[in-house]
């Protein structure tokens, strides 16, 4: 069974599971979504040559049949499900307990029917859904090994506390990808790396301040990801002691649908 939630912006939540004002009637765009596939033709062969893909934007589409009082029950679904307006969408079955965000493009309602049945169409910028628990797995022996059971790769937060000096800080999977940060860290320093789609950064906070240290990045690096299954990320330093690093990094499970 499939159960949904919806919240708004300013944080209201409406359970469908078990509510005796709504019946959800059907849930649409909740599985794996299309892709875009491009392709050119070629004069001297058979169909075409691939050049490229990509995973469109997420429309999920619920039915809804208000019960009871109708009206008020109807009315009631519009603070939720405003036209343009942000709205949360979880999605809950035995394996998977995920969410996804995205804008509300149309709520229609068959005003005439002896059932108003309403329809919202919600569409989801990210195409992917993400579970609602977040994952850690903590530095051993210079070492981050997470276990990443999502559908594909996902970015990740790693955040070292330093608890004396090193200078420079490297990463690297099993894969030989790296990445580098040149800077001298100082007892109690805090960095934060942040390899997620669409909010890629390299922090440091010292107290109450926040630095950028992006112009630090090593030229050769690479925003790592976690690959699903067993993930192994070496850590060294240029200088000073692995003893005075603490590290732990953290990740949500991302799905292509539930």
């Known amino acids: 069974m499939l159960e949904v939630k919806a919240e708004n912006k300013i ?16 849930a649409t765009g909740v599985t794996p979504p299309g892709a875009n596939i491009n392709t050119s033709d070629v004069a001297t062969k058979d169909g075409s040559v691939f050049n490229s893909s990509r995973v469109a934007n997420r429309n999920i589409v619920l039915t809804i049949l208000p019960v009871g009082s109708v009206e008020a029950n109807r009315i009631n679904l519009y603070k939720y499900f405003k036209t343009k307006q942000w709205v949360k969408l979880y999605f809950k079955t035995a394996t998977r307990n995920a969410f996804t965000s995205g804008y509300v493009e149309t709520m229609e309602t068959a005003l005439f029917s002896n059932q108003e049945q309403m329809q919202v169409s919600v569409i989801c ?5 993400m579970d609602v628990n977040q ?9 981050l090994s997470p276990i990443n059971d999502s559908d594909i790769e996902v970015g990740f937060i790693a ?4 608890s004396g000096n090193v200078t ?8 030989n990808n790296y990445f580098g940060i040149n800077y001298l860290f100082e007892e109690h320093d805090v960095l934060r790396i942040n390899t997620l789609r669409g909010e890629k950064g390299i922090w440091l906070y010292q ?32 200088s000073g002691s692995l003893e005075n690093v603490e590290g732990t990094l953290y990740f949500r ?6």
């Open 135 to 143: 994952e850690e797995a903590d530095m051993n022996e210079g070492h």
């Open 11 to 26: 944080g209201e939540v409406l359970d469908f599971h078990g509510n005796a004002n709504y019946v959800l009637m059907d």
């Open 159 to 162: 955040e070292f506390t330093f």
């Open 168 to 175: 420079g800080i490297q990463l690297r999977d099993y894969r």
């Open 253 to 258: 499970k991302v799905y292509e649908g539930v």
């Open 207 to 238: 107290g109450s301040t926040r630095k950028n240290l992006i112009n630090y990045l090593d030229l050769n690096s690479q925003w790592l990801q976690l690959e699903p299954g067993f993930n192994d990320i070496a850590v060294t330093i240029t």
């Open 125 to 129: 910028p990210d195409p992917y859904l």
